[in-house]
């Protein structure tokens, strides 16, 4: 979209703009539903869900117990069975409580069948650091996920995209895991009423530029924005590409920019070590070997658990100032 | 299949299809192990010889729309299903003609068509989707179709079997579980791995009507789960049936079977759900000798020509290796 687009749409929070996806869902489709812990009366725990079974009802905006492996199983099971579940998970280290369901069934079940059966579920998990919730309600494990054949993963970035990868999402016939960082939930962006369904397996070019590429997800979006903005006023053009779709990886788009910027920085708030930021950065030196003017850099989150503390929560995941300085680095490594 | 229906079949009637049932089973299965030796089937083999009488006395208490879902130990289960023998001898033979597409093998048989889901080789994670399956019955006004889970007592030292039975009593969905009870999770017995082996008072804690039933005599386990079915469809919610059972043969191919004494074996083979229900109705003359050994001739004959199939199949071509990861890339490809 361009910039004057965007102005005359109305702005809504990440939040909202997510509330308003699952409102238009139930409402277009009585197969579908949703389940989690906390859903109806309390709003969800990060007031995603606020007011809708008071629309809906308590059948389809459906309180479960504490029961992550069972009610993701139930949502396999109840889609198996024809429905269209959307199942919340209040964040992504609880989702391991479920990883059994998740990938030992939801993304097998399709090829051990032989084809028969699928799994058309939504799974929503809340992922990410920054509200100083420390290191069992922090970590950013989606690249996990990723690695898992039979998954879909998408990390909607901003609000237009929390709108609109939903009903992609709810309409695709396999399993998608969808990854909302905390952070974003209170940022406010233009959102299309009419912008219709995303195609949930490209990246966005979030900003143009020509002299490297920035490649972030989810949380490290507007933050690799904040960074190029930085850089810009230091001379240096930076490309933001938002990668959303973290299984398939678009790295058609991924190769093409990296083509024209000839460098490469690749963020993620998730750990360095085996993490996506590493597949990422393994398939474009892969892509773009001969168009590289200097080696891909990673800039990741520190290898230890997520502390509390705000400083040291801070300096565990990468900061714009980081970032900023990571790319001056790479594109004037004299200065 | 309402007992009380005009065109109900006899007791009797009920009784040779329980024996027909049963040693179908029994031939397919020890061919199956044959064939095992013969390196025809590889992977994991677990055979039901012995546990029977569970799998044909419950399944002849279910209809077309109900759904199924088994553990790996599911062969008797997908038979009595109505998944053909050829095309589960195919999938054990990892040929593209098995009911899996060879994708499954022994441990993962699945058929759209007769609504069974597995073949599900993760101890009890196959429960919560059993509930999920009982829920959208609910939701879509399937009311009167039932969801039959087998799973064995190892499942209930898992978590996913408490969370399934505590969403499925919250939720008072139609689902049946069926806890095949035979004593030893592998090689660990009941009494080592349950701090409560009255595994029925375990379940009835979820406030789920749960009982205990002979699971070695076929005839006992048709009654009450024609019973339990008749009160699910009926809406009483979900229910729990502890089938006591034992497996003559060791956990898999590859068990020396070093947990278990020759005489305790010894003991239960003296139940043997097909030799003594064949005893009891040659006594009480309801049936013949002849009639008896047709059904081991037509379960042969049957299993033969599985095998035949099975034998003659194509294997799936190595450039399919990719189709049914997501719905989508088979489109395309």
């Not at chain 1, 009903?167 to 009423?193: K, Q, R």
């Not at chain 2, 009982?211 to 005839?219: E, I, P």
């Not at chain 2, 020759?262 to 009639?291: F, S, Y």
């Not at chain 2, 049957?302 to 099975?310: C, I």
Request: proline share 5%; hydrophobic share 45%; aromatic share 6%.
């Amino acid at each position: 979209m361009s910039a004057t687009d965007a102005g005359n749409m109305p702005a809504m929070t990440y939040r909202e703009a997510m509330r308003e996806a699952l409102r238009e869902a139930l409402a277009a489709d009585d197969r579908v539903f949703i389940m989690g812990e906390d859903v109806a009366d309390y709003g969800g725990p990060y007031a995603v869900t606020k007011g809708l079974h008071e629309e809906f009802g308590r059948d389809r905006v459906r309180n479960t117990p504490l029961s992550e492996a069972g009610f993701v199983g139930a949502g396999i099971g109840a889609a198996l069975g024809g429905l269209r579940p959307i199942v919340e998970i209040m964040t992504v280290n609880f989702s391991l409580l479920a990883l059994d369901q998740l990938v030992n069934t939801a993304a097998t079940l399709h090829h051990m069948s032989g084809g028969q059966f699928n799994v058309p579920l939504v799974v929503r998990i809340t992922t990410g650091a920054g509200r100083q919730l420390a290191a069992q309600h922090s970590h950013s494990l989606e690249g996990w996920f990723a690695h898992v054949p039979g998954l879909k993963v998408i990390a909607p970035a901003t609000p237009e995209d929390a709108r609109w990868m939903l009903p992609t999402a709810l309409a695709d016939p396999n399993p998608v895991i969808i990854f909302e960082h905390s952070v974003l939930y209170n940022e406010s962006g233009p959102v299309g009423p009419a912008t219709g369904p995303i195609d949930i397996t490209k990246a966005a070019i979030r900003r143009a530029g020509t002299e490297l590429t920035i490649v972030a997800s989810a949380g490290m979006v507007p933050k690799a924005l904040a960074a190029a903005e930085q850089v810009a006023k230091a001379g240096v053009s930076a490309e933001v590409i938002d990668l959303r779709s973290l299984r398939p990886l678009d790295v058609s788009t991924l190769t093409q920019s990296v083509q024209r910027t000839n460098r490469a920085l690749v963020l993620d708030e998730g750990w360095r070590t085996g993490g996506l930021n590493a597949e990422v950065a393994a398939t474009l030196a892969e892509s773009c070997f001969w168009s590289l003017d200097a080696p891909i850099v990673r800039l990741a989150g520190s290898e230890v658990p997520i502390p509390y503390a705000k400083h040291l929560e801070d300096a565990a995941i990468p900061q714009v100032d980081d970032i900023v300085a990571a790319a001056i680095n790479l594109v004037r490594p004299e200065q | 299949m309402n007992s009380e229906s005009p065109d109900a079949p006899t007791e009797q009637q009920v009784q040779h299809r329980l024996l027909a049932d049963m040693i179908r089973i029994r031939v397919f299965e020890e061919r199956c192990a044959e064939l095992y030796g013969e390196t025809k089937i590889r992977g994991f083999l677990h055979l039901y010889i012995g546990e029977e009488a569970v799998a044909a006395g419950v399944m002849r208490c279910l209809g077309d729309t109900d759904s199924v879902l088994a553990t790996y130990r599911e062969h008797g289960h997908a038979l009595m299903r109505g998944v053909s023998a050829e095309s589960i001898m195919c999938e054990m033979f990892g040929k593209s003609s098995g009911c899996s597409g060879g994708r499954g093998g022994s441990m993962h048989l699945f058929d759209k068509d007769c609504n069974f889901f597995g073949g599900n080789a993760i101890v009890a994670a196959h429960l919560p989707l059993a509930v999920g399956l009982g829920l959208a019955n609910q939701t879509l006004d399937r009311s009167d179709a039932v969801v039959v889970c087998f799973f064995g007592e190892g499942a209930m030292a898992e978590g996913e079997f408490h969370e399934a039975l505590n969403l499925a009593a919250l939720w008072k969905v139609p689902v049946l579980f069926c806890c095949e009870n035979n004593l030893y999770a592998m090689g660990t017995s009941l009494e080592s791995s349950e701090s409560q082996t009255d595994l029925a008072l375990k379940a009835a804690s979820y406030a789920i009507p749960a009982w205990s039933v002979d699971g070695m005599d076929v005839l006992e386990v048709h009654r009450a789960t024609t019973k339990a079915v008749a009160a699910i469809r009926a809406g009483g919610g979900p229910m729990f049936i502890e089938f006591q059972t034992y497996r003559f043969r060791p956990h898999s191919m590859f068990d020396p079977d070093l947990y278990r004494d020759d005489a305790e074996i010894e003991q239960w083979k003296q139940r043997d759900p097909i030799t003594t229900l064949e005893a009891q109705l040659l006594g009480d003359q309801l049936i013949t000798k002849e009639v008896v050994e047709e059904m081991w001739q037509a379960a042969r004959a049957e299993t033969e020509a599985a095998v035949e199939a099975a034998d003659a199949a194509p294997i799936e071509p190595v450039d399919t290796l990719l189709r049914h990861v997501t719905l989508d890339n088979e489109v395309g490809s």
